[in-house]
């Protein structure tokens, strides 16, 4: 469903995805590992077109989206869970929600993502910006689905959290596979990225340096030392 | 007494004309973050061409309407034919839109000449309200009714209705709106032409009180851009606190000490901004 043909990124002058080619069905869960500055999140932006790779090609659902306006691939059915959350800060809870653009192709709706993550109910009326970051990220993975994505790409959802709702985000990314979600996503806790992986890629410096199963990226002591730093 | 009564009025009077003014610049900037020289020619244009509805048609409804449609469409293209493709390029915008001031201003000289002229109000909003010794001029009250209507509107969609929570959120963060799929090229283009519409109005509404005359636009733009920057960029509240507040103590300084009033003016502001650099109700 998504497939991504030797994207070349800069941001000017600045060379840095360095042609990077994977590709996924439907129902994958796809992990990107890899350190600090390797290019995870540059991917992320090329994929959904907040940073359009100026070289190679972005496939999805058999378009051809490298230069579409980022709206339009999310109308297509990305999803997008950014690094960082950035939930909109002045709007409260529910208005997060209401204004990401709903597709009528899927089964999320208000009342659905709110059992889903029953603590932003009782904060509806908050405003974003004075919620925890655990909350603010709950927020971010309900926006998401309000969009009612085919494929979500998620970027380092866990960064920054408590152990507890580590946890907690990770029965979320369950639950979604377990519905039938592709998801990408890019993450830094190991353990949580291989469990719930069908196959992993490791980034290196704009480049894909290692692709595999789970299991055998976790035996793979040489890359594990090499790129992850473990 | 009534002398301060008097000034109150013109001075919230005047404020609420430059409300009109400058509350779909604060949203324009908040939101595109285009410093928007072009705006005072919306306000000189809109006066204009509401003075040629009202020669041709003798309706000061039609020309409030027309003057202020015309002026979204002129609003529309530029921003379609240039200021959607500079995004982010500050100098750009400031010359660009600076050119369009410019030939707007001489396209205005050479369409309606040098001299200065006043849109003839309706017998219903002329003469004065009389209470006591004090006169209010009826048609300065409908100017602030219509800012007080136009403020109301405003913030009930921004606060109340989905696209309003969608202009939000692009004020907030653009790109991360385009993530949620949002079209932030239409709404933006929206709110645009909001921004021109509204600044023509007052530059209709102002035609039946200061008046229409070459220069206009040149004159009350930097009291637009104090507004904003005073008030907080991209804030309603901001910009109507703003407005009351410029429209006040110009009033005031005038009034009271006539050689000194750019500086009552920009005295109060420049202490406001080296308190709060992002402006009242700005944030960062
Ligand atoms: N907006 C930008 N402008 C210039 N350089 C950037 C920009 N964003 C990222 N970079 C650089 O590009 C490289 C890749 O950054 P990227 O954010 O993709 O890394 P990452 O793998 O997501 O890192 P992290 O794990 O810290 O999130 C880094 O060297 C970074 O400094
Ligand atoms: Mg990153």
């Known amino acids: 469903m998504l497939e991504v043909r030797d994207i070349h990124t800069y941001y000017g002058d600045s060379h840095v995805l360095q042609g990077v080619s994977l590709s996924m069905s439907r129902g994958q869960v796809v992990g990107i590992l890899g350190r600090n500055g390797m290019g995870k999140t540059t991917l992320i932006r090329s994929i959904i077109g907040f940073t359009s790779p100026r070289r190679g090609r972005v496939v999805f659902k058999d378009r051809d989206i490298t230069a579409w306006p980022s709206n339009r691939a999310v109308a297509l059915g990305l999803g997008l869970v950014p690094q960082g959350r950035r939930v909109f800060p002045s709007l409260t809870v529910m208005e997060n929600l209401e204004v990401a653009v709903k597709a009528d192709r899927g089964p999320w709706t208000v009342p659905r993502v709110l059992e889903l993550f029953p603590r932003l109910r009782e904060r509806g009326a908050h405003r974003a910006g004075k919620l925890s970051g655990g909350e603010q990220q709950m927020l971010a993975i309900a926006r998401a689905l309000m969009t009612n994505p085919e494929l979500l790409l998620m970027d380092e959802p866990t960064e920054g959290l408590a152990p507890l709702l580590v946890r907690e985000v990770g029965r979320v990314i369950q639950s979604l596979k377990a519905e039938g979600l592709s998801i990408l996503l890019v993450e830094q806790n190991l353990p949580l990225a291989l469990r719930v992986a069908d196959h992993v890629h490791v980034l290196s410096r704009g480049r894909v340096v290692h692709s595999s199963a789970p299991d055998a990226l976790w035996r793979n002591e040489e890359i594990k030392a090499r790129y992850l730093g473990l | ?284």
């Open chain 2, 1 to 284: 007494m009534d002398f301060w009564i008097s000034q109150l009025f013109n001075g919230v009077s005047y404020g609420a004309l430059l409300f009109l003014l400058a509350g779909g610049l604060s949203l324009i900037f908040g939101m595109m973050r285009i410093v928007n020289m072009t705006h005072g020619s919306y306000y000189l244009l809109g006066g204009y061409v509401a003075l040629t509805v009202i020669w041709r048609t003798g309706s000061f409804a039609l020309a409030v309407v027309l003057g202020a449609l015309t002026i979204s469409l002129v609003g529309i293209a530029e921003w379609n034919a240039f200021l959607k493709r500079l995004s982010g390029q500050e100098l750009g915008q400031v010359l660009t839109t600076m050119g369009f001031a410019l030939i707007f201003q001489d396209l205005a000289l050479v369409l309606w000449g040098g001299d200065p002229y006043t849109i003839s109000v309706p017998a219903a909003l002329s003469g004065s309200l009389v209470v006591g010794q004090l006169y209010f001029p009826v048609y300065r009250i409908f100017i602030v009714v219509v800012a007080v209507a136009v403020a109301l509107v405003l913030w009930l969609t921004l606060e109340w209705t989905r696209i309003g929570a969608m202009i939000r959120a692009t004020v907030d963060d653009p790109e991360m709106a385009r993530g949620v799929g949002i079209n932030v090229y239409l709404i933006s283009m929206m709110v645009f032409a909001l921004g021109a519409t509204l600044a023509a109005l007052a530059g209709v509404v102002a035609g039946g009180f200061v008046g229409v005359y070459p220069g206009a636009d040149f004159e009350i733009l930097p009291y637009a851009f104090v507004v904003v920057i005073v008030g907080g960029m991209g804030s309603l509240k901001g910009a109507l606190i703003g407005s009351l507040m410029v429209g006040l103590l110009d009033n005031f300084g005038k009034a009271l000490f006539p050689e000194l009033s750019y500086f009552t003016l920009f005295a109060p502001m420049a202490a406001i901004l080296a308190v709060r650099p992002t402006g009242l109700f700005g944030r960062a």
